[in-house]
């Protein structure tokens, strides 16, 4: 069975650009949920979707958004990037069986902001 | 506030020994507790998560952490260390009873070096 898969791996951008990330999950799997990993803030918690509905959603400016699409697929969009979202963007994928729920990372998309 | 602490930036530990790498937490309600571990050069990966009911969860790799409500505390143990068990490890709590939206919230990491 396939990973997650994301794509781009890497990405540059400048100022005031956006960027859509993608996210495919393990086949079957209906709940996406993205991260961001930079040195200097760690781990946050971006969204969280189940079955195309944001089910959770972590402290993030509006400018960082996210939806899924009917075959579980999800994409994140950063708009009027900042130099302070140049970071690792982390998506995992999870089968939600009751409240067991094993999630799954994908490789990461490595965003460099100039 | 909710957050979530891991006292130790490093914590070393010789192979064959046993290993606790330690976690609290503050939330308002009742958690979940997750730990994750990051290899390097290599993405995160989930190792177990705490939902309710026993204490002592089971993870992969050997892993297992134990819950401690009066402690607020979600040590990971391991009995035996493994070279191979060198990573990066965060702990990380979501907090079930807040309104709307749960709070996830992440530690800033323990990095665990096995020695031979």
């Known amino acids: 069975k396939a990973g997650v898969t994301q794509t781009p791996r890497y990405l540059i951008k400048t100022r005031g650009q956006q960027v859509t990330l993608s996210c495919s999950p393990i086949?079957?799997?209906?709940?996406v949920s993205w991260y961001q990993q930079t040195p200097g803030q760690g781990l946050q918690f971006l969204f969280e979707?189940?079955?195309?509905?944001?089910?959770n959603k972590g402290n993030f400016p509006g400018r960082f958004s996210g939806r899924q699409f009917s075959n579980s697929r999800s994409e994140m969009n950063v708009s009027t990037l900042e130099l302070g979202d140049s970071a690792l963007y982390l998506c995992?994928?999870?089968?939600?069986?009751?409240?067991?729920?094993?999630?799954?990372f994908g490789p990461g998309t490595r965003l460099l902001v100039l | 506030a909710q957050s979530v602490a891991q006292p130790e930036d490093q914590v070393n530990v010789a192979e064959g020994n046993p290993l606790t790498v330690k976690c609290t937490y503050s939330?308002?309600?009742?958690?979940?507790l997750f730990w994750y571990v990051q290899y390097p050069n290599r993405g995160l990966q989930f190792l177990l998560k705490?939902?309710?009911?026993?204490?002592l969860v089971k993870g992969s790799y050997g892993f297992e952490a134990e819950f401690n409500k009066s402690q607020t505390s979600f040590h990971l143990k391991k009995p035996s260390a493994l070279v191979s068990d060198s990573a990066l490890y965060f702990c990380?709590?979501?907090?079930?009873?807040?309104?709307?939206?749960?709070?996830?919230?992440f530690g800033t990491g323990t990095k665990l070096q096995v020695i031979p």
């Open positions: 979707y189940f079955s195309e509905t944001q089910r």
């Open positions: 990380a709590v979501r907090d079930t009873e807040s309104g709307g939206y749960q709070k996830v919230t």
């Open positions: 086949s079957g799997h209906r709940s």
């Open positions: 995992a994928s999870s089968l939600i069986a009751g409240e067991q729920e094993t999630q799954y």
């Open positions: 705490y939902i309710t009911g026993d204490n």
């Open positions: 939330v308002s309600g009742n958690p979940y």
